[in-house]
Nanobody, 123 residues
Framework: VQLQASGGGLVQAGGSLRLSCTAS????????MAWFRQAEGKEREFVAA????????QYGASVKGRFTISRDNAKNTVYLQMNSLKPEDTAIYYC?????????????????WGQGTQVTVSS
């Protein structure tokens, strides 16, 4: 599985962005998809994940209520809608895939990673 993330950019605090991650391969629907982020000088942090069916999601505490993860299996794409953005959301955002029916929040569980897309939130 190859993952291509896009949609990052510069936005003012309080604004919104939508990230997309498109996967190659014909088994996209078999994978749990996740977003992680890594701010400069910090460890990679779990942001959100969604199971193959879309019926279960999980969010990191710092983004819950502001971010929404979704997927379109017909388009092999997972999305991250980010609202009410804060300067502390500034980071490189990575999408990841794991062939599983459940959600894990640790980086070591994910087999495939996209290249990352930069999100910068100005105050």
């Amino acid at each position: 599985v190859q993952l291509q993330a896009s949609g990052g950019g510069l936005v003012q605090a309080g604004g919104s962005l939508r990230l997309s991650c498109t996967a190659s391969g014909r088994t996209f629907s078999s994978y749990t998809m996740a977003w992680f982020r890594q701010a400069e000088g910090k460890e990679r942090e779990f942001v959100a994940a969604i199971v193959w069916s879309g019926h279960a999601t999980q969010y990191g505490a710092s983004v819950k209520g502001r971010f929404t993860i979704s997927r379109d299996n017909a388009k092999n794409t997972v999305y991250l809608q980010m609202n009410s953005l804060k300067p502390e959301d500034t980071a490189i955002y990575y999408c990841a895939a794991e062939r599983t029916l459940v959600i894990h929040t640790t980086t070591s569980r994910y087999d495939y990673w996209g290249q990352g897309t930069q999100v910068t939130v100005s105050s």
